[in-house]
């Protein structure tokens, strides 16, 4: 006579293993707070001049670098930081912070692939209604590198730092 509860068993025990934060350890691997590393050089990488001459209403970004003016106060654009948030349930959280923008966007994101030899992975992140796919390359256990999902039509490849006391265990 079969069990009328087996059937119900398996989505149980997935459900289970979800729950209990036991999942994929190249998923967790990712999972935790990342913050833009300062020495990133984000003006650089964004192409002042270039940027700036093709969209003037362009709001310039720095890594709060501690340049200051000829008053010894920092220039506009100086006070800037990003904060990447991959938590282990697939919640996504950017944070960007600017002179001008205080923008937090949330959505989801899972592991797509892992490729171990290369040390990257792809991830589908979704915030609003844009689903976009990343490449993270990892440069040691807490540097990653990768086009931020908040800014992903730039295409630009930035370093962030997992920050102390965040790690995905």
């Not at 709060?64 to 904060?83: I, K, L, Y």
């Not at 938590?87 to 944070?95: A, F, I």
């Not at 923008?103 to 209604?129: H, N, Y």
């Given at each position: ?5 087996a ?8 459900l ?5 934060g ?5 998923a ?12 990133a050089g ?6 002042t001049d270039r940027?700036a ?5 362009r ?7 501690n340049r200051v003016d000829a008053?010894?106060a920092?220039?506009?654009g ?6 990447l948030s ?5 919640r996504?959280e950017t ?9 937090l966007?949330t959505?989801t994101w899972q592991l797509v692939?892992?490729d171990?030899?290369q040390q990257?992975?792809?991830i589908?992140?979704t915030?609003g209604?844009?689903?976009t796919?990343?490449?993270v390359q990892?440069?040691d256990a807490?540097?990653i590198?990768?086009?931020p999902?908040n800014?992903?039509?730039l295409?630009?490849?930035l370093?962030?730092?997992r ?5 995905s265990r």
């Amino acid at each position: 006579m079969p069990n009328r509860f087996a059937p119900h068993v398996l989505p149980l025990a997935v459900l289970l293993l979800a729950v209990s934060g036991c999942g994929n350890p190249d998923a967790e691997r990712l999972a935790g707070v990342w913050q833009l590393d300062p020495d990133a050089g984000l003006e650089s990488r964004l192409g002042t001049d270039r940027v700036a001459e093709n969209n003037p209403d362009r709001i310039q970004l720095s890594t709060g670098s501690n340049r200051v003016d000829a008053t010894g106060a920092e220039p506009p654009g100086t006070n800037c930081g990003m904060t990447l948030s991959f938590q282990p349930g697939g919640r996504l959280e950017t944070k960007t912070t600017t002179d001008a923008i205080d923008s937090l966007k949330t959505g989801t994101w899972q592991l797509v692939s892992f490729d171990s030899q290369q040390q990257s992975a792809v991830i589908a992140c979704t915030l609003g209604q844009q689903t976009t796919e990343q490449t993270v390359q990892w440069i040691d256990a807490d540097t990653i590198k990768l086009t931020p999902p908040n800014m992903a039509g730039l295409s630009i490849k930035l370093v962030f730092r997992r920050q102390q006391g965040q790690t995905s265990r």
